[in-house]
């Protein structure tokens, strides 16, 4: 079993950052491929990134391409996002999530979920 646990969320304005932090246990961490996702109000949840095992290979959405950048630590067990350039449309719950198989941009793909960190992007 893979315990995944969110952080950095919080209440940013246009324009800023913010870096969100996804802590993993239960299992070696570099056999986890990992992704985030995130679920805006009132929609359905969404692929924002993935990264590989080691973190040689990285995927994101058109929507946070160029502004988000995906990395992980296996010496920390973390994996983070980097948001900049934030909009009001990043305001979501952010999830982390993990697999011990190839990392996708489908939830279903995933097989642990952390319980999410909210961001909100307002002035």
């Known amino acids: 079993q893979v315990q995944l646990a969110e952080s950095g969320g919080g209440l940013v304005q246009p324009g800023g950052s913010l870096r969100l932090s996804c802590a993993a246990s239960g299992r070696p961490f570099s056999t986890l491929a990992m992704g985030w996702f995130r679920q805006p109000p009132g929609k359905e949840r969404e692929f924002v990134a993935a990264i590989n095992w080691r973190g040689y290979t990285t995927s994101y959405a058109d929507s946070v391409r160029g502004r988000f950048t995906i990395s992980r630590d296996n010496a920390k067990n973390t994996m983070y996002l980097q948001m900049n350039s934030l909009k009001p449309e990043d305001t979501a719950v952010y999830y982390c999530?993990?697999?011990?198989?190839?990392?996708?941009?489908?939830?279903?793909?995933?097989?642990?979920w952390g319980r999410g960190t909210q961001v909100t992007v307002s002035s």
């Open positions: 999530a993990a697999t011990s198989k190839v990392a996708t941009s489908t939830s279903h793909d995933y097989d642990y």
